[in-house]
């Protein structure tokens, strides 16, 4: 199963793109990449997923490396707003179904 | 549309209980999903349920168990209660597969169980 790791805290500038790493070293080919973002007592919002090609929505985008071995959520113009917990997941399939590896998160801070 | 609801919001019990929490799924979603978060594990996955059949399960003992209404409405129950389950229970909805290509999994509030 694909484990993933995430730094535990990062911080960004007000207006600049905040790039946050995940590390899912062990994915193979049929793992999705999720991000979610938790803000302080609500639940997990949806932010965007990929299995192999970049994607971009009105959101954020997400950058998968060629290897599949790590991926990058880019937010491009942060604002105090996007301070929050971000969760990257990875979905493994199961010939029953599925498990869900998520990882510790990134408390990102955007600052004034 | 009305989000994700869950009730109740805080619930605090003692070791050996049982308790039942409810999620009302956004109105026309058929899947509801559950997720435990704590401090320490962090955020894992419990079951999903789709028109009332449990369609994936996580990895935590019998003492927890779900299931889902007609109306997609879903409960969760946890008997004998541990200190352990003390923890933010949060459930989210989606029209199709919550972890698809295509669907949006929409969260709720939680419920935030404290076993004494």
């Known amino acids: 199963d694909a484990k993933t790791t995430q730094p535990p805290s990062m911080d960004c500038a007000e207006g600049r793109a905040a790039n946050l790493p995940c590390n899912h070293s062990?994915?193979?080919?049929?793992?999705?990449v999720y991000w979610y973002r938790q803000i302080h007592s609500q639940g997990p919002q949806y932010i965007i997923h990929?299995?192999?090609n970049n994607e971009t929505n009105e959101m954020a985008s997400l950058i998968i490396t060629e290897d599949r071995k790590s991926s990058t959520l880019i937010l491009p113009h942060a604002t105090l707003r996007d301070t929050a917990v971000y969760y990257c997941?990875?979905?493994?399939?199961?010939?029953?179904?599925?498990?869900?590896?998520f990882g510790k998160g990134t408390s990102l801070l955007v600052t004034p | 549309k009305a989000g994700v609801t869950q009730t109740p919001r805080y619930l605090i019990k003692t070791r050996g209980q049982q308790v039942t929490l409810s999620c009302s799924p956004i109105?026309?979603?058929?899947?509801v999903s559950w997720y435990q978060q704590t401090p320490g594990q962090g955020l894992q996955f419990l079951f999903e349920y789709f028109s009332e059949t449990q369609r994936n399960k996580g990895n935590f003992p019998g003492r927890f168990s779900g299931r889902q209404f007609s109306n997609s409405r879903s409960e969760m129950n946890v008997s004998t209660l541990e200190l352990g389950d003390s923890a933010l229970y949060l459930c989210?909805?989606?029209?199709?597969?919550?972890?698809?290509?295509?669907?949006?999994?929409?969260f709720g509030p939680g419920t935030r169980l404290t076993v004494l």
């Open positions: 989210a909805s989606s029209a199709g597969q919550p972890w698809g290509s295509t669907d949006t999994q929409y």
């Open positions: 990929g299995l192999k």
């Open positions: 062990t994915i193979s080919g049929n793992e999705y």
């Open positions: 109105s026309g979603h058929r899947s």
């Open positions: 997941i990875v979905r493994v399939a199961r010939n029953s179904g599925y498990a869900l590896n």
